[in-house]
């Protein structure tokens, strides 16, 4: 069964950075595409970024572009997601999203993504 634990949620001043990970359990991830999604309560869940060790690929949303960096270790089990130059929109609770594919297309789409976590909250006060 597989699992996603996040963590390195907290509450930073704007400007400020945190870094969020997620450990995958429960399969084999040779080859898998793990995102970083963001929710409010008066928005949709949004995708952050994306890694797709398949296609040795990630991808960004715009508004995160140059101040997010995602990464994962070499046993591609945990994934990171480095923010940098922080700001309150950035506030949400971040969950991260396991398949076993993504591409350009898709790799955003909350419904494309069959296993997810419980979610870390991100708080950036003005």
């Known amino acids: 069964q597989v699992q996603l634990v996040e963590s390195g949620g907290g509450s930073v001043q704007a400007g400020g950075s945190l870094s969020l990970s997620c450990v995958a359990s429960?399969?084999?991830?040779?080859?898998?595409?793990i995102a970083w999604f963001r929710q409010t309560s008066e928005k949709e869940r949004e995708g952050v970024a994306a890694?797709?060790?398949?296609?040795?690929?990630?991808y960004y949303a715009d508004s995160v572009k140059g101040r997010f960096t995602i990464s994962q270790d070499n046993t591609k089990t945990t994934v990171y997601l480095q923010m940098n130059s922080l700001k309150p929109e950035d506030t949400a609770m971040y969950y991260c999203?396991?398949?076993?594919?993504?591409?350009?297309?898709?790799?955003?789409?909350?419904?494309?993504?069959?296993?997810w976590g419980q979610g870390t909250q991100v708080t950036v006060s003005s």
């Open positions: 999203a396991l398949e076993l594919y993504c591409d350009d297309d898709v790799w955003s789409r909350p419904g494309h993504f069959g296993y």
């Open positions: 429960g399969a084999d991830f040779g080859s898998a595409c």
């Open positions: 890694i797709y060790s398949g296609g040795d690929s990630s």
